[in-house]
């Protein structure tokens, strides 16, 4: 690769980066807001991945790749719809409110 393609690249990712960022970037590190998809490998055996980050996700310590279709579908519906309890709950909460001063101190 020469110099002018490196910079290019460069520049566009860049450019790239300023939009994402712009747009909201990552979310933070709330395991609640993780959203995961499946994809066909190159052996024909199907993975649950964040996809965010396309990392292969983990139940119980255990990387979930290798799968047949019907088992990445399922799981991956699992996977989101536990997250999706877990917001429900989050949102449902109540708002943390300041602990209010005694009458008359500020």
Known sequence: MNARNTETDRQRNAAALRI????????????????????????????????????????????????????????????NQRNAERRRVRVAAPPIVPHETAAGQS
Do not use: C, K
């Not at 649950?48 to 979930?64: K, L, R, S, W």
């Open 20 to 79: 994402w960022e712009n747009e909201g970037g990552a979310p933070g590190r709330d395991f609640t807001n993780r959203q995961y998809g499946r994809r066909v490998e190159a052996d024909r055996s199907w993975t649950v991945y964040h996809v965010f980050t396309g990392i292969p996700a983990h139940e119980d310590g255990v990387a979930m790749t290798g799968l047949n279709r019907s088992d990445a579908t399922r799981s991956m519906l699992s996977l």
